[in-house]
């Protein structure tokens, strides 16, 4: 009578112990992860701050970066009337030429009626600097020119004017 042939198993065969092998790496290489991730190891001196996986905020400078003066903006006038102001940069203008739209809705300069106001401005050193004439409405004459600023805080992402007014972003 014929024997049969002997099996021989999976893990011995080249397959089987190239298959071994990956499972291997693959489980030393996630316990690696797992313990660099906890700080155990690789043993370093605590007082090189903490290592970041993966995190859903970029970094401050990237932050600080992206936000700019550019946007629309509210506040309340020292004589309570509301303002308005849009901020933007336009194209070919050189990076440091913004344009800027301004709205009171109770003008105290024009007797308490609505103002618009828009022009151009440099802005430097956080500081958006603007020259501008106005004419009231029902007023023939001109006022001004008139200089003012607006002073961008990027950690509270606010702006302050010349008059101590403080502008939030909308």
Known sequence: MAQAPQRRSFWTSLT????ALAALITAVGTLLGILAATRVWPFTD?????IVIASSQ???EIVGAARSISGSWRSTD???????????QPPGRGADIYSFNYHDTASAACQGVPLDIA????FSDQTLKVRFTFVCPGSPDPLGP?????RYNSASDTITDNWGVVWRRV
């Open 16 to 19: 089987g112990m190239i298959t």
């Open 46 to 50: 605590s007082d090189k701050g903490p």
């Open 58 to 60: 970029p970094p401050a």
């Open 78 to 88: 020292t004589d309570g009337s509301s303002q308005s102001l849009e901020i933007t």
């Open 119 to 122: 022009g151009t401005g440099t």
């Open 146 to 150: 008139y200089d003012s600023w607006y």
